[in-house]
């Protein structure tokens, strides 16, 4: 039993030497400055505060359960100041220490000369280095420091960013006084090889803060120099004390313009010096306060709350992120980016671990390739803004750098009214704009996104044969997914903006069942995933809360889609009677028995009709004949009177112009009527014309958001609008209110002759880019759409993509002049008498004629008859009717 008690005690103490890791830290060994006016505040130091940030992190992480064999990850701090081959010593010590745990990175070292001694050394046993401070420009070199890293912007930037301020003030020359130390002579060689045709240094000085001297007379050089612009690149002390001598030669304000690379430390100046201080510029990284910076807050406050929790005094940490120094944060990120690059390891199942020797160089990070390249790989919004070591472009780790300019200006203490402390202001910001990498997230949305999928082939004909259209006449756009490509007036829309802005970006594609809304939570706050949503999201009131928005690049309104053939209508029973109102066949009634009536009276006389008939059933022979006339045209009764043809002449021409016009009219009215849908307009949903459970909504959007304010609470929930067409060709639902821009493009592309646009557009909900609150380049960005929209760009791009038709233009009635069509139709759909008058006229003009020619052939009788008339006047008057 014993026995096993040992063996398992020595399991364990085994198990854990071989499986407990941790973090190298190096910090350099902070000496109180003696300061003769204002205590400095120790734990404000930056030191302090980046030792605090490192413990937070790896605490975090424990508490984050981010393991390594199944222990948390621990930690050593190494204080030194020594040189850079003392502080390799103590890094070798540390890894061939058998009773500490295995380092699997180091955090560090403070300075770019360190680095130089550590990040071979480290390169050779395969252990990544990521400093939180070292910003030497040669350090970017992979070939001779491949697994350092860094969170704090390279030099390069600073250059650059100074370069771009000169070019600002339009300033061309410089004097420049460097420290002489590695990041001294790194900023003139930069300035001077880098930048030689930007920035021209007329003098240069070097200072030695260990003599204290420079190498030249500080004051002749400066009174000789053709510039007076002085810029000092050299660290924080040094800057310092350049700065007291300045002071001290009275070169300060004497027409000098001082820039440095750091900001100097005003506890070092007598309190009557500091107003002599105002106006030296100084131009140093800084870390935005908000999302919009790439900032990931909540971890940001985690982060704090950790810091606080650990901390003995509570006061001592600082109750304002701007009151924790850059240092701290890079600090932070620095271990984070570790911390996640293990993260990665342990769960691809190869977590790396030291082969330990008792000799330094013997060492051996197993599975190290794996780990730094997930370390190479990581991305993520840290404490001080994006954090990304591999790039495209540059070798630089972070994205979007920003540089502040700064300016000494005399602020009042608060306690004290007499006294006045010199402060920074932030006068100038400089964003790193070359090297944007936009995360862009579209969502399938025809015409703007049209997503083309190459490993799936499973939608319908339709859009198959418009993809292929499409992609034979445009250029797809990759995505993050190899297989995935995209086209419409977004893809082309974003090359315009890339063509304009200079930046990269990667396309996601997302899920089409998401709801708009939830896509607008992608880009805000701390969740933020992505840069811009680029497709149809419509800016709204509720939106605005959450996210910013671009200038609107479409203006879309909302419009009503239906089906052409709302049922097989009952209503076409009578529907062959309305191309004539009801007066024209009151009218053609009226001509036919007038007709067959006068037809019968100048047919009586011929016996034609044979007079043994009653008279009843003679006017209805004659009635017929006169129908038949008209109708068939071809009567094939004999007519003997030149009356009867006459009149029948007039009835044949009455008849062809009537039916032509009968012909015609119904054929339109039946078209019109085919193509005219069941409701008019919003209005007619609004009157509840169709119960509002079939009207199809995608629910979660702009759309749904103004329904239910304007109109119903009830509506059948659609996921899709691609949902919408189908729902309505089966009749789920009857109608459908959706962006006018995506509906018009369906209808004239997809469902030529099923589905139809109706009433004219209502509620204008433009399109625009939905960005993170306070983003960057949104001016920027704004003013590359309007240049667009100036240029005529866009609106070409609207007639390549929005106003596309593949149906033949006489069967789709949905372009959006089609209201104004349908009022002049409703006029024109039926013949009234007004129209047919003259027709009807000139009938019986024909007709008068016709009698007259009956009187004529008359006449001997008439005039006998008469004759007997007026004989017989005497007589009892008799009835007797006139008969020819
Ligand atoms: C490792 O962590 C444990 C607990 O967190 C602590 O007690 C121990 O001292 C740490 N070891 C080292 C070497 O820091
Ligand atoms: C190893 O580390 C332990 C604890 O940090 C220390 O006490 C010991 O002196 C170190 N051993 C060597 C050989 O440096
Ligand atoms: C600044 O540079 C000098 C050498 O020029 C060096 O001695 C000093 O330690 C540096 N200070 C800091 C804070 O790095
Ligand atoms: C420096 O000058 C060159 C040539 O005039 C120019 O192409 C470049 O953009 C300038 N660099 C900066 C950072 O302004
Ligand atoms: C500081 O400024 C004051 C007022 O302008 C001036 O009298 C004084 O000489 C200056 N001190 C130095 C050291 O230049
Ligand atoms: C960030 O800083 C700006 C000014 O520097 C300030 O107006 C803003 O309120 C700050 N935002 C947060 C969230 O602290
Ligand atoms: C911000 O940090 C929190 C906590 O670590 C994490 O859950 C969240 O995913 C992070 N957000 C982003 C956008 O990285
Ligand atoms: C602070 O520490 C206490 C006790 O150690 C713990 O219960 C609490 O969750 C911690 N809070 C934070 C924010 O870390
Ligand atoms: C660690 O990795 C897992 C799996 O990928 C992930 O869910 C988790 O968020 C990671 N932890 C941190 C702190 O990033
Ligand atoms: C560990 O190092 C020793 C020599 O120092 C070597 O013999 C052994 O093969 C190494 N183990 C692995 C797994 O590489």
């Known amino acids: 039993m014993s026995h096993f008690l040992i063996l398992l005690v020595c399991f364990i103490l085994f198990r854990d030497s ?80 058998t009773t500490v745990p295995d380092i699997l990175g180091v955090v560090g070292p403070t300075t770019s000369t360190n680095a130089r001694y550590i990040g071979p050394f480290v390169a050779r046993i395969g252990l990544p280095l990521v400093s939180y401070t070292a910003t030497h420009a040669d350090l970017d070199d992979k070939s001779n420091y491949p697994t350092f890293y860094r969170t704090i912007p390279s030099d390069i930037l600073l250059a650059e960013a100074i370069v771009k301020l000169f070019k600002y003030f339009s300033w061309e020359t410089c004097s420049m006084i460097i420290g002489n130390d590695d990041y001294g002579y790194g900023g003139l060689k930069l300035i001077s090889e880098v930048y030689y045709a930007n920035l021209s240094i007329r003098e240069r000085l070097i200072f030695d803060p260990q003599s204290d001297k420079y ?57 009557n010096e500091w107003f002599n201080l105002s106006g030296i510029l100084t131009v140093v990284p800084f870390i935005g306060n908000s999302s919009a910076f790439g900032v990931n807050e909540t971890l940001q406050k985690e982060a704090f709350d950790v810091w606080r929790n650990l901390s003995h005094n509570k006061n001592s940490v600082p109750k304002l992120a701007s009151a924790v120094s850059l240092e701290a944060m890079y600090t932070f990120d620095a271990v984070w980016a570790l911390i996640q690059a293990l993260n990665k390891s342990v769960l691809h199942n190869k977590p790396p671990s030291m082969n330990k020797s008792l000799a330094c160089f013997d060492n051996f990070l197993q599975n190290h390739d ?76 025809h015409p703007f996104v049209i997503v083309h999928n190459s490993s799936t082939d499973n939608q319908s004909s339709n859009y198959d044969t418009n993809l292929e259209q499409v992609s034979s006449r445009f250029d797809p756009m990759k995505t993050n997914d190899p297989k995935i490509f995209i086209y419409g007036f977004v893809a082309d829309f974003i090359r315009e903006l890339e063509r304009h802005m200079h930046f990269t970006y990667t396309i996601h594609v997302a899920d089409p069942t998401t709801a708009y809304h939830s896509l607008i939570t992608l880009v805000a706050g701390d969740n933020r995933q992505y840069d811009m949503i680029l497709s149809n999201i419509a800016m709204t009131s509720d939106r605005m809360l959450k996210v910013d928005f671009s200038t609107p690049f479409y203006d879309n309104t909302f419009r009503i889609i239906t089906r052409l053939n709302p049922y097989s209508s009952p209503l076409s029973l009578f529907s062959c009677f309305n191309p004539f109102t009801w007066d024209v066949w009151v009218a053609i009634f009226v001509v036919i028995i007038y007709s067959s009536i006068i037809i019968y009276i100048f047919e009586y006389q011929n016996g034609n009709i044979e007079n043994s008939q009653p008279e009843l059933k003679a006017i209805c022979t004659g009635i017929f004949h006169g129908l038949i006339s008209i109708l068939i045209m071809n009567g094939d009764i004999r007519l003997t009177t030149t009356s009867s043809r006459l009149t029948i002449l007039g009835l044949y021409a009455l008849g062809v112009i009537l039916i032509a016009t009968y012909t015609a009219n119904l054929s339109s009215f039946l078209t019109l009527h085919r193509g005219k849908p ?64 995506v509906l018009e493009y369906a209808v004239n592309n997809y469902y030529c002759d099923e589905l139809t646009l109706t009433g004219v557009s209502f509620v204008k909900s433009p399109f625009a880019i939905a960005l993170p609150k306070d983003w960057l380049y949104k001016t920027d960005l704004d003013r590359n759409i309007l240049a667009l929209r100036e240029s005529g760009k866009l609106e070409s791009l609207e007639n390549t993509w929005i106003n596309h038709r593949a149906c033949s233009s006489s069967s789709s009635s949905s372009s959006s002049s089609s209201s104004l069509d349908q009022v002049n139709d409703q006029n024109s759909g039926t013949f009234s008498l007004n129209v047919l008058g003259g027709l009807f006229l000139t009938f019986f003009i024909i007709t008068a004629i016709a009698f007259g020619f009956h009187l004529w052939n008359c006449r001997v009788v008439i005039i006998n008859t008469f004759h007997q008339t007026m004989k017989r006047i005497k007589l009892p008057i008799r009835l007797m009717p006139i008969r020819c």
């Open 18 to 97: 071989l499986n407990t890791v941790q973090i190298l830290g190096l910090f350099p060994e902070y000496h109180h400055a003696p300061s003769q006016y204002l205590e400095a505040d120790q734990s404000s130091h930056w030191t302090t505060q980046s030792m605090e940030m490192f413990r937070a992190a790896i605490t975090l992480a424990d508490r984050y359960k981010i393991y390594v064999g199944g222990n948390p990850i621990n930690y050593t701090i190494l204080q030194t100041n020594s040189n850079g081959f003392a502080e390799l010593e103590l890094v070798c010590r540390s890894i061939t220490n």
């Open 215 to 271: 190498q030249a007379d500080l004051k002749q050089t400066l009174e000789k120099s053709q510039s007076r612009i002085v810029l000092v690149w050299a660290n924080h002390s040094s800057c310092t004390k350049i700065i007291q001598h300045v002071l001290r030669a009275g070169l300060l304000r004497r027409n000098y313009v001082w820039i440095t690379t750091n900001k100097i430390d005003f506890n070092m100046f007598e309190q």
């Open 370 to 445: 794996e780990y730094l390249n997930h370390l190479k790989m990581t991305r993520f919004y840290g404490v001080s803004g994006n954090v990304q070591f591999s790039k495209a472009n540059s070798d630089d780790c972070t994205h979007g750098v920003m540089y502040g300019l700064y300016n000494i200006q005399p602020m009042m203490l608060k306690n004290s009214e007499e006294t006045q402390k010199p402060t920074y202001i932030k006068v100038l910001t400089w964003y790193e704009t070359t090297s944007q990498h936009l995360q862009i997230l579209v969502i399938e949305a």
């Open 678 to 741: 069941f409701i008019s307009g919003i209005d007619d949903i609004k009157n509840g014309l169709l119960p509002f459970s079939r009207i199809g909504i995608v629910s979660n959007t702009s759309i749904s958001d103004y329904y239910i304010r304007n109109i119903s609470t009830k509506y059948y929930s659609l996921t899709t609008v691609a949902d919408t067409y189908p729902r309505l060709l089966d009749y789920t639902i009857d109608a459908s209110i959706c962006d006018s821009s």
